[in-house]
């Protein structure tokens, strides 16, 4: 019986230990809408059809974008994103999605699919000169303060030309992002969601500017969950 008291004991604590609030029921995995609601992005390169082709590449145009995105639920990230649009086989008027609100003219440029990925540029951005320098990937990053990361893929999409000044002097792109995972709590994240991007050029400073960055309202993104 000199056994019995501390045998009542740690049986008592071990039950109320597997009862504590650190073994709570788990939530399961949770959807969040993608909602930004501030950005500071930047223009990191872009490249056209009149630099790509006299140097041998095909009829393309494409860009990278960077900088700071903030969202109503999740909070602030750091955003990387490059994609091509392919100008020679341009979408029919009927499988166009998107308006615009720039001053589109023209044809409608589909953006590549993720199996179209990566693609190596013939022609510099930095120097001007044919040399492979940059390639877009069609990979999309956000990284949080606390480093844990969203990883996506562009897949598709539609590239409008503008008309500013003169013709094509400008393009609005409209690229869809399937999130394909992430670290930390990110960890087997899916969802998607479509940017949107008017890029021009300013004859003032003899290169391309980008006018506006944000993204379409309706995309999501599912984590969360033991197991998910």
Not at 53 to 69: A, T
Not at 91 to 102: H, I, Q
Not at 109 to 128: C, I, L, N, Q, W
Request: net charge negative; glycine share 12%.
């Amino acid at each position: 019986m000199k056994y019995l008291f501390p045998t009542i004991v740690l049986s008592s604590f071990l039950y109320f230990t597997s009862c504590s609030s650190d073994d709570s029921p788990d939530p399961g995995p949770q959807t969040i809408s993608l909602d930004m609601v501030a950005a500071d992005l930047e223009l990191d390169w872009a490249i056209t059809r009149e630099h790509e082709m006299p140097c041998g590449g095909d009829e393309v145009g494409g860009g990278e974008i960077s900088g700071s995105v903030t969202f109503a639920d999740l909070g602030g990230f750091h955003l990387e994103l490059s994609s091509v649009w392919d100008i020679e086989n341009q979408l029919d008027p009927a499988d166009v999605v998107f308006e615009p609100e720039g001053p589109a003219g023209g044809p409608v440029a589909r953006v590549f699919e993720k199996h179209e990925y990566p693609y190596d540029f013939m022609f510099s951005p930095f120097t001007g000169q044919c040399e492979t320098v940059v390639s877009a990937t069609g990979e999309m990053t956000l990284t949080a303060d606390d480093g844990d990361t969203i990883f996506g893929m562009v897949e598709g999409g539609e590239t409008h030309r503008l008309d500013f000044v003169m013709e094509g002097d400008g393009v609005e792109t409209f690229a869809r992002v399937d999130i394909e995972g992430g670290t930390g709590r990110f960890q087997n994240a899916t969802g998607n969601f479509v940017t949107h991007t008017i890029t021009r050029f300013d004859f003032d400073e003899n290169r391309f500017v980008m006018d506006q960055a944000t993204v379409v309202p309706g995309g999501t993104i599912t984590f969360g969950g033991q197991g998910y």
